[in-house]
Every structure is written in C-alpha cells, then in structure tokens.
C-alpha cells in the first residue's frame, strides 16, 4: 500500500518566480492537508481539501493556492515567491471520518533564492 | 483556538536513561492530542494519538503519553531511550467538535542520544 507521496523531492526557484507542489493521498483517503515547516520550526497549516474544495484555510495569504482533484490528488501553487517562502512543504492525507490522524509524505523542500 | 507548548526545543540522554518531553496545550474544548515523530529529511509519522477513554496512551517503539486535563498537559515518556530514538518530536492539538480534525503543531523539541 502506498504512502503519501510528493514530487518534487527538492526544488530551487528564484523571487518573483511561481511553484507547483504535488500530492498523491494514501490509497482510501480522501482528505488533504499541506503544512509549511520552517527549518527549526513546527508545520505550519495552510489549507485542507475535501471533495475539490477548500474546507479549512490557515494564516497564509493568497500567493498560496491549490487544488484537489477527482482521485483526491492535489496540488500547492505559490505565486510571487519570497526569500521566506523556502522551506519543506508537506503534504498530509487523512480519511474525513477518521479521528484526525494525519499520514505525512516526505516532502518537498523549496529553497528561493 | 488552540495552542501547543513544548517546554525545550533540545533534551538530551543517555541510551537507557529515561525520555521524558514535555507538551501543553491550550483548547476551549475537550481536545484530541498526538504525538508525531520527525526523523531527518523525512516526514512526520504518528506516535501515538489520545482522542477519548484511558488517559494514558501507549504507542509505537515503547512510547506513551498520560492525557492530564487538569495539567492541560500530554507529557511523552519512554522508560529505555535508544539512539534510533534521536529525532525531532511535534505535539499536537486538534479540535474534534468542528468536523476538520486540523492539529495545531508545538515547535518541536530534539531528542538527543548519547552513547
């Protein structure tokens, strides 16, 4: 049974320039969650999706967008990238009627330069 | 609105000795809490979950947590560290009444391992 799974694994981009982050949920969830982790920090919420919507949305402005698709995969856009967008972006899938537990993938670690 | 406290971002052991980390939340409601394991270049997978029921919690690779409501804390121990135990530790709170789950994570705290 396959995990969570992101690409890339690790990506360089330039301020100003845009990122798309990819997702593939653990088989039989439906649910998609992505985190910011700073280096030293804890992960940081920026949204769920749940059935192609955005249900939940953490403190994270609109440079930052995504989607869920129909075979709940989903993507992390960022426009405009800033120096303090580098950091491991992770993704994390859950089944809706489960207890909030959180199956992580590896992530995507994006540094800006 | 929710909030975790990991009181030390580095606690350092010795193999065998005991692993204690500390965790304290903050929620207006009754909350469910977790513990998530980070090993370097990785991503988080869980310890241990409490939700309802017993408060102490056992989990994964001999760990355990006590849920105290009157401490507002969910303390992590394990009686024997390892060295496979170094890794980063993330508390976290969620809220179950909303119908998301979505946990709010502590800023970690660094479990080292001497020989």
């Known amino acids: 049974d396959a995990g969570v799974t992101q690409s890339p694994t690790h990506l360089i981009k330039t301020r100003g320039q845009q990122v798309t982050l990819r997702c593939s949920p653990k088989s039989g969830h439906d649910t998609v969650s992505w985190y910011q982790q700073a280096l030293g920090q804890g992960p940081q919420f920026i949204f769920q999706?749940?059935?192609?919507?955005?249900?939940q949305r953490g403190n994270f402005p609109d440079r930052f967008s995504g989607h869920q698709f129909p075979n709940y995969s989903s993507e992390l856009n960022v426009n405009a990238l800033l120096l303090g967008d580098s950091a491991l972006y992770l993704c994390a899938s859950s089944w809706d009627r489960g207890s909030g537990e959180l199956f992580f993938g590896e992530g995507s670690r994006l540094t800006v330069l | 609105a929710q909030s975790v406290t990991q009181l030390g971002s580095h606690v350092s052991v010795s193999e065998g000795a005991l692993v204690l980390l500390r965790c304290n939340y903050s929620s207006s409601v009754p909350p469910y809490l977790f513990w998530y394991v980070q090993y370097p270049n990785q991503g988080l997978q869980l310890l241990l979950k409490y939700t309802t029921g017993a408060t102490l919690v056992k989990g994964i690779n001999g760990f355990e947590a006590e849920f105290k409501k009157s401490e507002t804390s969910f303390h992590l121990t394990k009686p024997s560290a390892h060295m496979s135990d170094a890794a980063e530790y993330f508390c976290?709170?969620?809220?179950?009444?909303?119908?998301?789950?979505?946990?709010?994570f502590g800023r970690g705290t660094s479990l080292i391992v001497h020989p």
């Open positions: 999706y749940y059935e192609e919507e955005e249900r």
């Open positions: 976290a709170v969620s809220d179950p009444t909303g119908g998301s789950y979505i946990p709010t």
